[in-house]
């Protein structure tokens, strides 16, 4: 049975596969238009790092240690990324911003997975 506590992390974690497909089709269809160099963008990738690398070093119960990981180990990779785009070629934008969906794609099937697994 699923508890709503359960519930609602699996529901999370499927918003973070739609956001991710939803980035990445929009990336490879070229609808998709950000301003790498702004401060924002900066801010933002900073921002999801140090987030990524809080959620990486938090105690937690032995129970959520993997869950944890995978949410850490993605906001970093998707901190370091925004980070990246900053300094590369024009071209290499869009690749990227689909390798940024696939990511949060991942994050939500191996996170999900996690969820429904016995304990």
Same mark, same amino acid.
């Given at each position: 049975m699923l508890t709503p506590e359960r519930f609602l992390r699996v529901t999370i974690e499927l918003i973070f596969v739609l956001l991710g497909a939803l980035v990445a089709w929009l990336a490879l269809r070229g609808h998709i238009l950000v301003d790498r160099h702004g401060r924002m963008w900066l801010i933002l990738g900073v921002v999801l790092t140090l987030w990524g690398l809080h959620a990486l070093y938090k105690p937690g119960q032995w129970w959520t240690q993997w869950e944890n990981w995978t949410r850490g180990l993605s906001l @970093? +990779?998707? #901190? %370091?990324?925004?980070?990246?785009?900053?300094?590369? =070629?024009?071209?290499?934008?869009?690749?990227?911003?689909?390798?940024?969906?696939?990511?949060? @794609? +991942?994050? #939500? %099937?191996?996170?999900?997975?996690?969820?429904?697994? =016995?304990?």
């Open positions: @970093v +990779l998707l #901190g %370091i990324l925004m980070l990246t785009m900053t300094r590369v =070629p024009f071209d290499w934008v869009e690749p990227m911003l689909v390798a940024g969906g696939a990511i949060l @794609v +991942l994050r #939500g %099937i191996v996170a999900s997975a996690l969820v429904f697994r =016995p304990r």
